[in-house]
């Protein structure tokens, strides 16, 4: 550990002036890096590492927040031990002596969710950004800032936001280190609990600098700072944030990401949501691949043929679930590269080829279970940072979904620090509470996970939570088709974000709450991939019909492989399907429901009510006229005018 003696005030605030530092504007011409080393103590790492224009960025941002301390992150585990101590004395984190380096961390309880009301881009137009609404209807698909108010939004809140704080600046990689699909940020933080974070969920230290040395030296600008409430006092000084001022804010032009106010996982672990799906699908749209809110497994059949999926469901909706299922259909076997981001490229030979850019896992807790999710429960119990889960007396935690026997005898203290009893009336976990675990610990991870050429896609599919009216699963006719089916998704909110109440929202491609540009452009993107090379079949999923009576029709989890199967087999081909007017559905016997626990109403599952798919269609011609207006793309408005005279004839 270097220590470099503080230098005169004098210097530092002549530094200061001298950098005049603005965020979100080109780097000075000037730097001086040395002197602002000078007048900081950098406390851990070698900034003699950093490249000059991380040098340059670093230096504005040590201008902007005022930091004590300078901590260069490498990535070691001396490193992380280093931090959970600190996090430890500060009573942000406290050891769960059950397990193998288990943490927990409770949030101030205002900080528990993503913001999306509070999540801008920066565009010069505001149709950059989001569809022009007709008749000032409210935009929901993102929120556009002009830079006049971003650069106000960041003068008010980031000068000296980090003052008595240790900066910490993590190189990371999105992807596997030096794969040519993966991409690279600067995350600077001040806390400890990001770079934690940040240190599973990406691959993150000196070897990212090392191939930002050898490459074109070109990075993501991440700027975090869970900042100081106006009245100067945190609620829960364990746990500092503004929730009164968080703002996200992106700027697609500069790749540039600035995000103040929470510590909270979708808006701090900048890597995540901000770099890997609201700037990377503005670069995607550059460079003429995906950047996609989805999943990707492999699945092998009982002939021992491997395939791959990705696959789009909304926040908490069982993504990653599904990409651990351990499959009930006899002689299947599913692996899994992902449970939340693919990038997808095609190669030279036409194949669409997709990435996982995490490195880690940040699932949904409550709900994981032995019953549902095995294999999350062998993968969670090492190396993890729990949030706003339950603990339990012997050193453990809970959430709602786990058994008894996963419990114990042991009694239980909610999120918020509280015994609690299942007589308390109210969760004992946040119902976003969280685990972030290394992906790499998943017993079932894939071979392939990390192979820089990424895997070949075959099948895509959509889904949400679909309590009536929308079949099992059914396939689209062509890739215009599935296009827009993916536009059409809607599902019930969930907790992940801040709504209130379970309502059916739209959530196309599940990604309204991360486009990074104007939604009708991303259509017209996905529209133009059929020219690029041979694209993946598309079929739409509900694992969550109800029936009249409010029973869930379909059991889920390992019976989800039944789907697959039949997905597979359309992807080899096979004719096992019947026309339907809102796509293709598995034809009378197809689905393999054989050995299932418990009877199946199929019937059900599948009906198409006609009243429903003539309000669903209204729905959707409302939407993409409130929301989409004149950027809907001709090929997606003629899908839904052959989806309302299908279903006219029904
Ligand atoms: C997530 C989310 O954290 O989608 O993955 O909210
Ligand atoms: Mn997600």
Redesign the pocket.
Known sequence: MKCIKLCPKSIIVQARKSLKSQLLVAAPKHYNFRLICRALSVNYGDAKALTPAVKAYVEQCVSLCQPDQLHICDGSQAESKQLQQLMLKQGTIVPLSKYENCWLARTNPADV??VESKTFICTPRKEQTVPVTPNATPGTLGNWISEADLQAAIAERFPGSMKGRTMYVIPFSMGPVGSPLSKIGIEITDSPYVVESMKIMTRAGSKVLQVLQQGDGQFVKCLHSVGTPASGTQAQPSWPCDPERTIILHKPADNEIVSYGSGY??NSLLG??CFALRIGSTIAKREGWLAE?MLILGITNPQGKKIYVAAAF???CG?TNLAMMTPTLPGYKVECVG???AWMKFDSKGVLRAINPENGF???APGTSRTTNPIAMDTIFRNTVFTNVASTSDGGVYWEGMSAAEMGSASITDWLGKPWSKDSGKPAAHP?S?FCTPAAQCPIIDPAWEDAAGVPISAILFGGRRPAGVPLVYEARDWAHGVFMGAAMRSESTA??EHKGKMIMHDPF?MR??FGYNFGDYLSHWLSMEQRGQVPKIFHVNWFRKSDEGKFLWPGFGDNSRVLDWVFRRVQGEQCYEESPIGRLPSEGALNVSGMQGKVDLTQLFELPKEFWQQEAKEIEAYFKAQVGEHLPKAVAAQLGELKARVAKM
Do not use: T
């Open positions: 969710a993503r996982g979708g995540k949501k809110h909304p926040s908490a993504k449970d939340d981001i940040f699932g949904v976003n969280r992940a974000a599940a709450p991360f």
